[in-house]
């Protein structure tokens, strides 16, 4: 029948040698005939390890509540089956995996939190609650699948739990956030630092490729990221590649931005993979292997602010292979890749290596690409602070390439923003609404650098390429204070007339000037980025 769903059965062993079984839906075979509603109910990446920072700057621990059986408790609203053990049966309630559970549990939730005063994130993330209380703290709430994640006051999270409680939600206890979907999560309250790392994560993946006869060393290095199409190399199975590229993609996403470059690199031949594509995926399953220590580390600021800096690099058609669409082949490079670093205080909240998505001539162009590009994470990222109290103006965003921030910032159509698509004059239009401020770096302060292509053909020498991943990691300043120091030190009038004297007209001449123009924007009190 159209309207029935297969399905399998999970057995997991615990730690104390117990098993659970589970009945799942497979929903990945789901037919489009028997759901007709988005499926996904969490915070993404990004506003998740947002609200890891505002806890961070509010000197709180955040908390968790699981709720048990969560997708288990709304009734169906259709007629749908489902085979199990060569029997169909019918569905009257949402069963794990189903693609209409996760949603229909969070309309239940939406509402139950709505009713409870708080509003939500529609525009920054709908998976994000908020609510004003009495004394005018502002009460936070994410929803993690089945969870909750709190950054709230001890006593109202009590009360908010307990009315989800009588409402027929089942939450056994609220913990302190340890680990969320492989991500581990440690505050230290004494030294007020947050740090984040998937160190099992990676040590179980490991061990897992080792337990079916690959063979993984470890190194220090990481490897290089050109995937080539050898016609004449053993091809691999694809789901296979595929699997391993998803689950390096994840951890990269979350806590190892020095593996982004290659990660992104290796998705481009994910259709076509062979033996040494896997090859290099193995050493790089290596080098995690032997720095399976590293971590992201956030520290809380002495005036508990956020500060955003933004760097964006590209290169121009560098070595490489991507898919044609049309014929499903690999063919040589024939896009730019953009690097893309968005800093929160002295730790990336934000990095990306990913390919342009139109060809250009020129590497003024392949910059100004980049530069657009990174708005697309940016706006986002400054509205849901504002949103969740921390209002930040006048952006430094930090390019490498001078002939590109001339032609952004330039009164007159250069020939070079002619050839481009008008969809990226939206850098300039932030420009013009003094939103952002284009400020020439070298190379070797470019904290996007490193993204943007294979660590053998980056200029820079070992030593800078550390540094920047470093840095990124938030272990290059030992705090904010020392990071905008060094933010200052490159936002000079030296710098930005190389960028034109655009700067001038905004009279904005050196990072003085800068911070009186945030400090009156900051008293008009208005959202720039909605």
């Known amino acids: 029948k159209e309207n029935t769903v297969h399905s399998m059965t999970i057995t997991k062993v615990n730690d104390n ?15 489009e005939n028997t759901h007709t509603e988005t499926s996904y109910a ?85 998976c994000v609650y908020f609510r004003k209380e009495p004394n005018n703290f502002l009460s936070i709430i994410g929803v993690l699948t089945d969870d909750l994640l709190f950054c709230m006051e001890s006593d109202k999270i009590q009360g908010v739990v307990n009315n989800l409680r009588k409402n027929g939600l089942k939450i056994p206890a609220i913990n302190q956030i340890f680990k969320y ?15 984040i790392n998937q160190t099992v994560l990676i040590k179980q993946m490991i061990f897992d490729l080792k337990d079916k006869g690959y063979n993984v060393t470890p190194q220090n290095d990481l490897p290089e990221a050109i995937f080539l199409d050898d016609e004449d190399t053993e091809p691999v199975q694809k789901r296979f590649y595929q699997s391993l590229v998803g689950s390096l993609n994840w951890i990269s996403q979350m806590s190892r931005p020095d593996i982004t470059h290659i990660v992104s690199r290796a998705a481009t031949v994910n259709n ?38 933004v760097f964006t690099d590209s290169d121009f058609i560098s070595r490489g292979t991507e898919e044609n669409l049309q014929t499903g082949n690999l063919q040589q490079n024939t896009t730019s890749q953009a690097g893309i670093v968005i800093m929160m205080n002295e730790t ?24 657009n590009m990174v708005y697309e ?45 008008r ?48 840095t990124v990691m938030g272990h290059g300043f030992t705090s904010k204070e020392d990071y905008l120091a060094h933010i200052q030190n490159l936002f000079s009038a030296e710098n930005l007339k190389k960028g034109g004297e655009w700067s001038n007209y905004q009279n904005i001449t050196n990072y003085q000037d800068l911070q009186d123009r945030r400090h009156e924007d900051r008293q008009s009190a208005i959202n720039p980025y909605w």
Not at 276 to 290: F, K, R, V
Not at 390 to 405: G, K, L, S, V
Request: aromatic share 8%; hydrophobic share 35%; glycine share 4%.
């Open 17 to 31: 040698n117990t098993c659970k079984a589970r009945i799942v839906a497979l929903g990945n075979r789901q037919s």
């Open 42 to 126: 969490q915070v993404n990446v990004l506003s998740l390890r947002i609200l890891l920072h505002i806890c961070l700057l509010r000197d709180m621990i955040p908390q968790q509540a699981d709720v048990s059986s969560a997708f288990l408790s709304e009734n169906l609203n259709e007629v749908l089956y489902i085979r199990f053990r060569r029997e169909t049966y019918r569905l009257k309630k949402c069963l794990y995996g189903l693609r209409q559970a996760g949603f229909m549990f969070y309309k239940k939730l939406s509402n139950l939190l709505l009713n409870q005063g708080f509003q939500q994130c529609h525009g920054d993330d709908p």
């Open 181 to 195: 979907n492989g991500l581990e999560i440690h505050y230290d309250s004494l030294n007020h630092t947050l740090e």
């Open 272 to 309: 076509k993979p062979n033996k040494n594509h896997l090859d290099i995926l193995l050493q790089l399953y290596g080098y995690l292997e032997a720095t399976t220590d590293k971590v992201m580390l956030y520290r809380r600021p002495k005036d508990n602010l956020p500060n955003v800096t």
């Open 348 to 371: 990336g909240i934000y990095w990306n290596s990913k390919k342009q998505p139109c060809p250009t001539n020129s590497v003024c162009a392949a910059e100004i690409v980049a530069a």
């Open 377 to 421: 994470a940016a706006i986002p990222i400054l509205s849901l602070y504002h949103t969740l109290g921390y209002p930040m103006t006048r952006t430094i965003h930090f390019i490498d390439n001078e002939a590109a921030i001339k032609a952004v910032t330039s009164e007159r159509t250069l020939p070079v923003m002619k050839a481009l698509d």
């Open 423 to 470: 969809k990226y004059t939206l850098l300039k239009h932030y420009i013009d609404k003094l939103r952002t401020h284009l400020c020439y770096v070298e190379s070797r302060n470019n904290l996007a650098d490193y993204l943007t292509k294979s660590i053998g053909d980056v200029k820079l020498n070992k030593a800078d390429i550390k540094k920047q991943i470093d």
